[in-house]
């Protein structure tokens, strides 16, 4: 995955957070809060364009309902976890079914 993966998954989250938090600075403190999480994901292996973007919007979600950075890492953490079990359940090849327990996996140890 390129920065470029990262940069657009974080924009699109906080473009949108933007439209629904008016007054916010463009360099406020949950942008690179916002940027700090997806590269973790990304160094955790997780590599979906698609659930990185979905990541970071429940990531600034979570982090305004909870106000603690921590805390939602956490909650998206399991977000992601379970959103990546309910993969497993669909009809997949068996390699792609293999990469999606491996990063189940690597989100499930992130969370403990």
Not at 9 to 17: L, S
Request: aromatic fraction near 6%; glycine fraction near 4%.
């Amino acid at each position: 995955m390129t920065s470029q993966t990262i940069e657009g998954a974080c924009a699109f989250a906080w473009r949108n957070y933007l439209l629904l938090h008016n007054g916010i600075s463009e360099n406020d403190a949950r942008r690179s809060a916002l940027y700090r999480y997806v590269v973790n994901l990304r160094d955790t292996g997780e590599d979906d364009f698609d659930l990185l973007q979905i990541a970071a919007v429940a990531y600034l979600k979570k982090l305004d309902e909870l106000h603690d950075d921590r805390s939602a890492r956490l909650a998206v953490d399991q977000i992601l976890a379970e959103r990546l079990e309910s993969r497993i359940a669909q009809p997949v090849t068996s390699l792609q079914a293999s990469n999606t327990k491996r990063r189940s996996e690597q989100h499930g140890r992130q969370i403990r």
